[in-house]
């Protein structure tokens, strides 16, 4: 059986396992470590306006989203900061389904608008673009490396 639960204090250390396995994984190939994942979780979950589901199946945690609902002109917008389904479960559903439950509820509190970023071009992106999401294309992301 598969159902989604709100993230809590709880939750952060299976959550952070997953997020390491996940995001060491292509098409990311970073360096997290437990501690780190841990830490960029928590760090989410204590902001503001944070909202964020857990996907179970057989009450054993798959996936999770972690995110925030910021006050916007109009209403509220939530960013998505982080959305990760088990490398072993991937590709079944799982991520669909959390997208969906995450999306009735944040409705429900009135957000209108769901922003993210992810990279471009894989996957990933048509992974949201499945579920209903558009590229903007008049919009980048800019970095700057402070040495
Ligand atoms: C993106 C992600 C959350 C999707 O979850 P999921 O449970 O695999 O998604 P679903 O089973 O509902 O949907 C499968 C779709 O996702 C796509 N997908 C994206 N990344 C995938 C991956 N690494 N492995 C398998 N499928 C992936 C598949 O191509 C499939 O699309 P298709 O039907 O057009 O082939 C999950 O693959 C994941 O955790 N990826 C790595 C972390 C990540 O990129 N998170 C988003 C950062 S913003």
């Given at each position: 059986?598969?159902?989604?639960?709100?993230?809590?204090?709880?939750?952060?250390?299976?959550?952070?396992?997953?997020?390491?396995?996940?995001?060491?994984?292509?098409?990311?190939?970073?360096?997290?470590?437990?501690?780190?994942?841990?830490?960029?979780?928590?760090?989410?979950?204590?902001?503001?306006?944070?909202?964020?589901?857990?996907?179970?199946r057989?009450?054993?945690?798959c996936g999770?989203?972690?995110?925030?609902?910021?006050?916007?002109?109009?209403?509220?917008?939530?960013?998505?900061?982080?959305?990760?389904?088990?490398?072993?479960q991937?590709?079944?559903?799982?991520?669909?389904?959390?997208?969906?439950?995450?999306?009735?509820?944040?409705?429900?509190?009135?957000?209108?608008?769901?922003?993210?970023?992810?990279?471009?071009?894989?996957?990933?992106?048509?992974?949201?673009?499945?579920?209903?999401?558009?590229?903007?294309?008049?919009?980048?992301?800019?970095?700057?490396?402070?040495?």
């Amino acid at each position: 059986m598969i159902h989604c639960i709100p993230i809590t204090e709880d939750l952060l250390d299976a959550c952070a396992a997953i997020y390491v396995d996940t995001f060491n994984a292509e098409p990311w190939n970073d360096a997290w470590d437990v501690p780190s994942a841990r830490r960029r979780l928590a760090n989410i979950l204590h902001a503001p306006g944070f909202f964020g589901l857990a996907i179970l199946r057989d009450q054993h945690l798959c996936g999770a989203a972690f995110g925030e609902i910021e006050p916007w002109f109009q209403g509220s917008m939530f960013n998505l900061r982080e959305m990760f389904v088990a490398n072993d479960q991937r590709g079944t559903g799982l991520g669909s389904e959390l997208l969906f439950h995450l999306e009735v509820e944040l409705r429900a509190l009135g957000v209108h608008t769901v922003h993210l970023f992810t990279s471009t071009g894989d996957l990933t992106e048509r992974f949201y673009q499945r579920n209903g999401y558009r590229t903007e294309t008049d919009m980048r992301m800019l970095i700057k490396t402070l040495s």
